[in-house]
């Protein structure tokens, strides 16, 4: 099993989040690796009064590429730049204790107000 996974997101690393506005950011993971394969994702770094959330894993044939969102939902004083840092660690479905690299995506987070 070789466990290989890219990681992209479509829509630029850089999003506005207003405050208490639910934002979304699709986040595209493509399967390279030879087997079919379970992502584990995980949010690994935000300011603690964000509202940060992604699916808990994908599962992807290989050469298949799928689509998912990260909601990001910024505190209501919030105003400037942030980043989060999202992770996505492959596992071989047939064989879960099979585990490739993990990958991680930073996003940019702003807000200035008028």
């Known amino acids: 099993y070789l466990p290989l996974i890219h990681g992209q997101l479509p829509e630029g690393n850089v999003i506005e989040t207003p405050p208490l ?3 979304e950011l699709p986040i595209g993971i493509t399967n390279l690796g030879n087997g079919k394969t379970i992502v584990e994702n995980e949010v690994v770094n935000h300011s603690s009064d ?3 959330s992604i699916p808990a894993q ?3 044939d290989v050469d298949e590429y799928k689509e998912m969102n990260l909601t990001i ?8 730049e942030d980043t989060i840092r999202v992770s ?3 596992h071989s479905f047939d064989n879960y204790s099979l585990v490739g690299q993990t990958c991680y ?3 940019l987070v702003y807000y200035h107000p008028s």
């Open 50 to 52: 964000w509202t940060v």
């Open 73 to 80: 939902i910024a505190p209501s004083n919030f105003s400037g």
């Open 105 to 107: 995506l930073t996003i």
């Open 58 to 60: 994908l599962i992807l």
């Open 21 to 23: 506005v639910q934002v």
């Open 88 to 90: 996505f660690t492959p």
